[in-house]
């Protein structure tokens, strides 16, 4: 089973960026989806985006399409999350998930963790 780790996660202003990994063990990596979560102060959790085993289907949550941007490194199993365009409202700790699936990627399902990384964004 796999095991994610995340990182990257800091204090970033309005007009930088950053990019957020997560780096995941084992030896089936490509057969599981991946997804980033997150959790605002005070806010339930929420989806963010989504990724499929081979890398070819996407999605995003509304409040993040066309700012962030999710991929995947199946040679050295990882999974990232470009932040470009942060908004105070992005402030959240964000967690790396996955799930047994390769070809269908959805909001929902994730049943395996990381520990999470906080990104904070100042104006």
């Known amino acids: 089973q796999v095991q994610l780790v995340e990182s990257g996660g800091g204090l970033v202003q309005t007009g930088g960026s950053l990019r957020l990994s997560c780096a995941a063990s084992?030896?089936?990596?490509?057969?599981?989806?991946m997804a980033w979560f997150r959790r605002a102060p005070g806010k339930e959790r929420e989806f963010v985006a989504a990724?499929?085993?081979?890398?070819?289907?996407?999605t995003y949550a509304d409040s993040v399409r066309g700012r962030f941007t999710i991929s995947r490194d199946n040679a050295v199993n990882a999974v990232y999350l470009q932040m470009d365009s942060p908004k105070p409202e992005d402030t959240a700790v964000y967690y790396c998930?996955?799930?047994?699936?390769?070809?269908?990627?959805?909001?929902?399902?994730?049943?395996?963790w990381g520990q999470g990384t906080q990104v904070t964004v100042s104006s």
């Open positions: 998930a996955a799930k047994y699936s390769s070809n269908w990627v959805s909001r929902t399902g994730y049943d395996i």
């Open positions: 084992g030896r089936t990596f490509s057969s599981y989806v």
């Open positions: 990724i499929s085993g081979g890398g070819g289907s996407r």
